[in-house]
């Protein structure tokens, strides 16, 4: 309900701006058109794969793997992979929704994003070349252990 009332709230807003420049709403949609042709690409492929990935490990080993009852083991599962992979936000946050609907523990899911968003192993080269490498590395210090400590409060708060 909320979700259509979004649309409806965009469909009304969007009749409102071609009201009142046909010129700039339609410069906008053009706009909004190659953005969606340039993120389409990305987000059809970690789709794939997270279609992929979610069809080879079932419900059990999701929840075995990054459980509640996983605990340090699968926060530490949730953190290697969420250190090294390179997911952009509007990807990670389905993606997470996805496991934890597959029986994922909050903590980890909390463990898992946070350092998706925040680590980001991948990035510690270029991050060094601009920053210097005490600074790069002692900000990713910095950033894991605040993963750690998100994912404690959200598990003690779930």
Known sequence: MFTLALYGAAAVCLVLSFRKSKTKTR??????????????????CIIVLMGI????????????LLGESSGILGM????????????????????????????????????FITALMMVGIIT????IDYFGKGIAIRRTMLAFGHSVVCAIVMGVLM
């Open 53 to 64: 990935s979610l069809a080879f490990l079932d419900e059990s080993t999701i929840s075995r």
């Open 124 to 127: 510690i080269p270029m991050e």
């Open 76 to 111: 530490g599962i949730a953190a290697v992979v969420g250190s090294i992979v390179f997911i952009p936000a509007f990807v990670a946050y389905p993606l997470a929704a996805s496991l934890l609907a597959a029986g994922a523990g909050y903590m980890q899911i909390t463990m």
């Open 27 to 44: 410069m906008a949609l053009k706009k909004a058109w190659k953005s969606l042709e340039n993120i389409l690409p990305q987000f059809l």
